[in-house]
């Protein structure tokens, strides 16, 4: 649990915060200013990582695979790699007798 404390700390040590902005805040702000410090420390570090990268990989052995920036320190402003599930083949054959099913009511929507 979260002390009164750490939060003041945080707040007001960390992102910047005056004590009485903190307490004129609303939860909400205090969460948006403190996404607002997380994403411009994540911001400010881009730039060491990226060279961290270059230098990596300008060292890096022979066939050696090379190293991403997000590899090195992740970041809270990476995306995270979207991940699709794939359609199985037997969901795949299921869509296509729903869709030899359908019935259209005009006959010039099937040829496009």
């Not at 992102?15 to 411009?40: H, S």
């Not at 869509?95 to 010039?108: G, H």
Request: glycine letters at 4%; charged letters at 30%; aromatic letters at 8%.
């Amino acid at each position: 649990m979260t002390r009164w404390a750490d939060v003041l700390d945080y707040c007001i040590g960390e992102v910047g915060l005056k004590p009485d902005e903190f307490w004129r805040m609303t939860w909400k702000e205090v969460e948006t200013a403190c996404n607002g410090y997380q994403i411009r420390l994540a911001r400010s570090r881009e730039m060491d990582r990226f060279i961290a990268a270059v230098l990596i990989n300008a060292n890096r052995k022979k066939g050696a695979a090379a190293v991403k920036p997000e590899d090195i320190m992740p970041l809270v402003t990476d995306k995270p790699a979207k991940v699709v599930p794939l359609m199985t083949k037997e969901e795949y054959e299921k869509a296509i007798e729903l869709s030899k099913s359908i019935k259209w009511q005009n006959q010039n929507l099937m040829r496009s």
